[in-house]
């Protein structure tokens, strides 16, 4: 069974940073998509960045371009998400999902395969 777990979140001010982390156990797939969708109460789920396995591609929603930067450690089939310059507006749940069949992360990625329970981000003014 497929599992992922995400560790990180918490309560920042504006301006602080938060790493969060996300871990994939009983995952056997080389070639995926992992990465990191957002949702505040009453919206939408949000992409907010992903990374590709196959060809490195990465993608950033533009509200956290230059601020969020996207890594992963596909030995450990990890997926991190460094968060700084944090706005009250980055508030939300931030969720790990992972894509087992996509090759390029882009904006247009949206078929996740599994997804992690989530983690609360909240920044205070």
């Known amino acids: 069974e497929v599992q992922l777990v995400e560790s990180g979140g918490g309560l920042v001010q504006a301006g602080g940073s938060l790493i969060l982390s996300c871990v994939a156990s009983g995952f056997t797939f080389d070639d995926y998509i992992i990465g990191w969708f957002r949702q505040i109460p009453g919206k939408e789920r949000e992409g907010v960045s992903c990374?590709?396995?196959?060809?490195?591609?990465?993608y950033y929603t533009d509200s956290v371009k230059g601020r969020f930067t996207i890594s992963s450690d596909s030995a450990k089939k990890a997926v991190y998400l460094q968060l700084n310059s944090l706005k009250p507006e980055d508030t939300a749940v931030y969720y790990c999902?992972?894509?087992?069949?996509?090759?390029?992360?882009?904006?247009?990625?949206?078929?996740?395969?599994?997804w992690g329970q989530g983690t609360q981000v909240t920044v205070s003014s």
């Open positions: 999902a992972v894509d087992t069949l996509g090759i390029h992360c882009d904006a247009d990625w949206n078929q996740v395969d599994y």
């Open positions: 990374i590709s396995s196959v060809d490195g591609s990465t």
